[in-house]
T-cell receptor, first 114, second 112 residues
């Protein structure tokens, strides 16, 4: 099956700095890569996703990049704010999966200090 | 628009008692449905998934079971809870042919 590794497990940044979270996947058949943000005690929320036919996608301060050759993808948050503090999960899903099963990384606790 | 509900929001149950958690989705038909558990810490563990009524697949063998009696209803059950069943239980759905998964608000279960 697919194996998704996520690093770092914890990340602390100063407000206004950038944050980068990296994930690697093992199965070259994976072609959908979402990112979720989970605030304390809340449900995971889908914040951005990317498909394997593109290399980068941006949404305001958030961007995701994908390197299919190296089988890794990253979440970039610019101009971080205290409300960005949360646990972030990456995931991967395989091509041809009618179920759409997601394989999740173990999460990154991001803390943004004011 | 689509909405996903879970209840109860919190639950405290003694060891050995039964469990029933419910999840319903509104505003869509024939969704894929999922049950996840999030134990202390951060990981999301897939427990069960379903592509249609009566079709349940299990990811992890344990004392939990799932059922899908209606198209947009997904139930997680146990006959006898263990201490290790404590956690945050999340239901999720994805549209037919879609890739995005959307999570419900979750049920926080404490087994005492």
């Amino acid at each position: 099956g697919e194996n998704v590794e996520q690093h770092p497990s914890t990340l602390s940044v100063q407000e206004g700095d950038s944050a980068v979270i990296k994930c690697t996947y093992s199965d070259s058949a994976s072609n959908y890569f979402p990112w979720y943000k989970q605030e304390l005690g809340k449900r995971p929320q889908l914040i951005i996703d990317i498909r394997s036919n593109v290399g980068e996608k941006k949404d305001q301060r958030i961007a995701v990049t994908l390197n299919k050759t190296a089988k890794h993808f990253s979440l970039h948050i610019t101009e971080t704010q205290p409300e960005d503090s949360a646990v972030y999960f990456c995931a991967a899903s395989k091509r041809g999966s009618t179920l759409g099963r997601l394989y999740f990384g173990r999460g990154t606790q991001l803390t943004v200090w004011p | 628009s689509q909405t996903i509900h879970q209840w109860p929001a919190t639950l405290v149950q003694p060891v050995g008692s039964p469990l029933s958690l419910e999840c319903t989705v509104e505003g869509t038909s024939n969704p894929n449905l999922y049950w996840y558990r999030q134990a202390a810490g951060r990981g999301l563990q897939l427990l069960f998934y379903s592509v249609g009524i009566g079709q349940i697949s299990s990811e992890v063998p344990q004392n939990l079971s799932a059922s899908r009696p209606q198209d947009r209803q997904f139930i997680l059950s146990s006959k006898k809870l263990l201490l290790s069943d404590s956690g945050f239980y999340l239901c999720a759905w994805s549209p037919v042919g879609g890739r995005e998964q959307y999570f419900g608000p979750g049920t926080r279960l404490t087994v005492t």
